[in-house]
């Protein structure tokens, strides 16, 4: 395959005729991935506030899409417990769950595979040990993965060695497994993927906004620092995108 097939490979309106015909894994009712990685045994988890009790965020969408902007500036102060749990809710919070169907959340997927998962490199969030977190969407937890001293170098780095990244209170990165979405799309998955990944990016945009926070989309980041950061394997899961968040200056 060429750079120019791969560049279109996503604009190619033969692939849904191919999708159409292909016998996928959804089609032979073979079970689909799991939805959400485990917490490993014995990690500490940290429970957030549950979204039926969260108090922040109400600002009226219209304020919230007329400040939107790419903010690359961010104060000293922490986020609070409150406030990342509204973040991830927003981008990932679930709504329900069904076997061969997906699950609904606060964000749309393609066929409802959702194909992602949420890593936080926290640095500076009340209540919330620096480290490397990964967010649990059925229990709506945080699974610490591990503490990390140089954490803000590493940030940094991972980010394509964007400065702004490590001065963050807390920095996104979602992995993606393509498998989930492949189960359904085959050959289509990564469009679909490619697709998903915005929605996801643009609901934190639209949170941090609401409670004073700023975040900025990085796309320009090291993959193999991202993925060891986050404890990805580079294959069969891996980092997609990054974002760091913090009060806005």
Not at 28 to 50: N, Y
Not at 122 to 131: K, L, Y
Not at 224 to 229: C, I, K, S
Request: charged share 20%.
């Amino acid at each position: 395959m060429t750079d120019m097939d791969t560049a279109y490979r996503f604009l190619r309106a033969d692939d849904w005729q191919a999708w159409r015909a292909m016998e996928t894994d959804q089609r032979r009712r073979v079970p689909p991935p799991p939805m959400a990685l485990p917490c490993p045994d014995g990690a500490t988890r940290v429970a957030l506030v549950p979204p039926d009790a969260l108090t922040v965020g109400s600002v009226s969408l219209i304020d919230v899409l007329r400040r939107r902007r790419s903010r690359r500036a961010y104060a000293e102060a922490p986020l609070s417990l409150e406030e990342l749990s509204f973040l991830l809710w927003a981008t990932q919070g679930l709504h329900a769950e069904r076997a061969m169907e997906g699950s609904l959340r606060t964000v749309p997927s393609g066929g409802a595979r959702h194909p992602f998962e949420t890593y936080l490199a926290v640095q500076r969030v009340t209540g919330v040990a620096p480290g490397i977190y990964r967010y649990l969407p059925r229990e709506h937890q945080l699974c610490l993965l591990r503490s990390q001293d140089d954490l803000a170098d590493a940030v940094t780095a991972a980010c394509g060695g964007q400065g702004f990244c490590g001065q963050a209170a807390v920095t996104f990165f979602w992995t993606a497994i393509p498998a989930r979405t492949a189960w359904r799309y085959a050959i289509v998955a990564p469009k679909i993927i490619a697709q998903d990944s915005g929605h996801l990016c643009q609901n934190l945009y639209l949170a941090a906004e609401a409670i004073g926070a700023g975040t900025c989309a990085i796309g320009a980041y090291d993959q193999r620092l991202a993925d060891a950061l986050v404890g990805a394997d580079g294959r069969n899961e891996f980092v997609i995108y990054a974002a760091p968040v913090g009060k806005i200056v």
